[in-house]
C-alpha cells in the first residue's frame, strides 16, 4: 500500500509536550510536507520548551531559538546569512504560536510580510499563552475561559481576523490547516515550500489543558473544527481564494464546542452568537469561491 | 585615499570594506545616513550584500541574530531610543555568542526629546555583554569598525561602536579610506565553526538548566577578560598594517601631569587643545582618552596612573542616584590599589551641550586648586 503522506519522520520520540497536544502532529506533518533542507526559528512559544532542552533537540534539523516578539525578523535575517553564503536552497520557517503571531510578534511579522521575505511563517494557533498557563491572546475566541478571562462569560472579544491581516500584505500564499487532515497540511507545507517570496500557514492546534478536552479528543476536535466551519480550510494564492474543503451541511457549533470545558460558561445566547459568525463567515467564503478571488 | 567624510559615511565604508555580508537596519536621527549610504551603494552596486530594510531597531537586532547563526558578517547603526529598543536582542545575541558589530551614534534618551550627543544611551548598555568602544575622529571610525570585526570574532563576542551624534556623525572630517586589499589582508573572512547546517543539525539557544547557564556565563566572563588584551594587540597589528595604531586608552601628555582630564568620545580632541593651552599657560596637565570601555580597561589605567596625577574625569552621561559612569567605573577599577590616584568627576555636555577648551580648563583647576569633591560629582555647564 503507498502511504499518503511521507514515511521520514523528522520529529522525535522524547519531546516534551502534554499529552494529546495538536503543535507535535502539527510539527510532525509540517517537516514532512518540507524536508531535512530546512531551518527552523523559533520564538518563544509550547515549542521552546518541548522541542527540549539543551543538549537534546526533537527534531531533525537546525533550530534557531528567538526572543519573543522575532520570529519573523530572526528567520528573515536568518535566510539573508544562509543566502549570503551562496546557500539559496534551505528553507527557512518561523514557527511561533498564536501569543508570538496573533499579539506580541506582529509587528515583526507584518514587516516581514510586507518585504515579502522569503520564508514560511506558520502560526499553531492553540488560541491562548498555554506555555505560561493559558491567558488570553488575539487568537483566543469569544466565550472561552482563560486565567486572564476568568469570568463564566470567557472572552469577551472575537478571535483576530488574523488571516485578513496578512491577506492586505499582498503575500503569494496563504493557507490553513489542522492536524485532523494530515493529507492537507503535508500539502500545503509542500506547496509553499515551492513558492517564492513570504508564505504564511495557520494551523488550528487543539490544546487539551488549555481548552480543558480529553486528550484522546484532540483529532475528533480538530475534525469537528472543520466540519462545523468554526475552521475553514482554504488556500489563498496570489489572491485567489480556494476553499480546500467546502462543508456543505456544517454540524452545529455546539458540537464542537460542548467537548471543551473552556466553554462550560457559554449560554444559549452566546452559542447563538457563535454559531451566526460562522454563517456569516461561511456567505463570505461561499462568495470568494464562487468568484474565484 | 583621503576622502572627506562625515562621521556616519566613514562608519559604512568601514563596514563595507569589512566585506559585511548582511545589513538590516532602522532609520533614526542622527545615524541615518550609515544606512543610507548602505542603500546607495547597493544601488550601485558597490555593496553586494544583503540589505533589509526591517520595521524596528528590535527587528534590526533580530535579523543580524538569524544572519550571524547562519555565518554571515553582519552591521548595523542606530541610535538612542533605536538602542533601548533592541535591549533585549543585545542581550541575546552575546549570549549567543555572536561577533555582530553595531555603530550607536551617541544621543540623548528621552523625556524631554533630544537629538544631540550624550553617552547615556550606550552606557545603559554596559552589562548586555557587547564590547564597547568611543571614537574622537571620523578616522578613528572607520578604523574602529575594521578592527572591531577581527577582535569580535576572535572572541566570539559582539562590538558596539560609539561616535557622538551630530558633533562626528554629521561634521566633514579628512579621513584615509585604506585599500580594499590591505584591508582583506589585514581581516579574513568570517569561518564560524558551528553554524545553521541542514547537514549539520543543531538547535541554537536551547533551555538550559542552572549548572550549564552559569558555566557559559563564566566562559564569557573570561573571554571578556582576555578582551582587552586582544583589543591592544589588534590595534597594534593595525598599526603595521595601516600606520594608525589604537590602544584602549590614548595617553597625550600624562607622562609628567599632576592632574591629567580623563575623556571619551568627540570631548578627546576638544580636551588635547585644552592640554596644550595648560601646558603653555605653565600647567603640568595630561589626557587619557578612553577608547575602550567594555571590557573595562583596567590594565591600562593602572599602567598609566601614578599615585601622584590626580585624574577628573568628564562624564557626557550621568547614572542618576550615583555618578557619571566613567567615574564610577575608574574609581571601582582602582579600588585597592597601592597608591590609588584622587578621582574627581565632572557631569557636563548632557544632551548635547557644548564641553569647550574653556570649560575642560575649568574643570583641570577645580581639580588643581581642590575644590572639587572626590564623592559627588560637580555639574559644569558652557558659560555663554
Known sequence: MKASIAVDELMTSGHQACQGCGATLTMRYALKGLGKQTVVCLPACCWTVLSGAAPRCSIGVPLLHAPFASAAAAASGAKAGLSARGDDKTTVMAWAGDGGTYDIGIQALSGAADRNEDIIYCCYDNEAYMNTGIQRSGGTPFGAWTMTTPGKEGSPRPKKDLDAIMEAHSIPYIATATPAYPEDMVRKFAKAKSIKGFRFIHVLSPCPPGWKSDTDDTVKLSRLAVQTGMFALYEIENGKFKLNMNVAKRKPVGEYLKPQGRFRGLTPEATSVIQADVDTRWTGYAKRQANGA | ?384
Not at chain 2, 547603526?77 to 550607536?104: C, F, I, K, N
Not at chain 2, 572630517?173 to 545553521?196: G, I, N, S
Not at chain 2, 533551555?207 to 588584551?229: G, N, Q, S
Open chain 2, 1 to 384: 585615499m583621503k576622502k572627506v567624510l562625515m562621521g556616519n559615511h566613514a562608519a559604512t565604508i568601514g563596514a563595507v570594506l569589512s566585506r559585511v555580508q548582511v545589513v538590516a537596519a532602522y532609520p533614526i536621527t542622527p545615524a541615518t545616513q550609515v544606512i543610507e549610504l548602505i542603500a546607495d551603494m547597493t544601488a550601485k552596486g558597490e555593496y553586494k550584500g544583503k540589505f533589509l530594510r526591517v520595521e524596528s531597531e528590535h527587528s534590526a537586532m533580530a535579523a543580524l541574530l538569524g544572519a550571524s547563526t547562519a555565518g554571515a558578517r553582519t552591521f548595523t547603526a542606530t541610535s538612542s531610543q533605536g538602542l533601548a529598543y533592541m535591549h533585549e536582542l543585545l542581550h541575546w545575541v552575546s549570549g549567543a555568542r555572536l561577533p555582530v558589530v553595531m555603530v550607536d551614534v551617541n544621543r540623548a534618551l528621552a523625556a524631554p526629546w533630544n537629538l544631540w550627543t550624550d553617552q547615556t544611551d550606550s552606557l545603559s548598555q554596559r552589562d548586555t555583554g557587547w564590547l564597547q568602544f568611543y571614537c574622537a575622529t571620523n578616522q578613528e571610525v572607520l578604523d574602529t569598525v575594521i578592527m572591531a570585526y577581527k577582535v569580535s570574532e576572535k572572541l566570539l563576542l559582539p562590538s558596539m561602536i560609539m561616535l557622538d551624534g551630530f558633533t562626528l556623525s554629521h561634521v566633514y572630517e579628512p579621513v584615509d579610506v585604506p585599500d580594499q586589499k590591505a584591508v582583506d589582508a589585514f581581516l579574513p573572512p568570517f569561518a564560524p565553526t558551528t553554524r545553521l547546517d541542514v547537514d549539520n543539525p543543531g538547535a541554537f539557544g536551547s533551555l538550559e538548566t542552572p549548572k550549564p547557564y552559569f558555566r557559559i556565563r563564566r566562559r564569557m566572563a573570561v573571554d571578556m577578560d582576555r578582551a582587552e588584551a586582544l583589543v591592544e594587540q589588534v590595534g597594534s597589528e593595525f598599526e603595521r598594517s595601516f600606520g594608525r595604531g589604537y590602544g584602549a586608552i590614548e595617553s597625550y601628555r600624562s607622562q609628567d601631569a599632576e592632574v591629567s582630564l580623563v575623556c571619551s568620545g568627540a570631548v578627546g580632541s576638544t580636551a588635547k587643545q585644552a592640554i596644550d593651552e595648560l601646558r603653555a599657560e605653565g600647567h603640568a596637565a595630561g589626557l587619557l582618552r578612553f577608547r575602550l570601555f567594555r571590557p573595562f580597561p583596567t590594565q591600562a589605567l593602572k599602567r598609566l596612573s601614578r599615585p601622584d596625577m590626580k585624574l577628573a574625569v568628564v562624564d557626557r552621561n550621568y547614572s542618576p542616584g550615583h555618578q557619571g559612569i566613567f567615574c564610577e567605573e575608574i574609581k571601582a577599577a582602582l579600588y585597592g590599589t597601592k597608591g590609588a590616584p584622587e578621582v574627581y568627576g565632572f557631569v557636563a555636555g548632557l544632551g548635547g551641550g557644548d564641553i569647550t577648551v574653556e570649560l575642560l580648563k575649568e574643570m583641570w583647576h577645580e581639580v588643581k586648586n581642590k575644590t572639587a569633591d572626590p564623592v559627588s560629582p560637580l555639574w559644569m555647564e558652557d558659560a555663554r
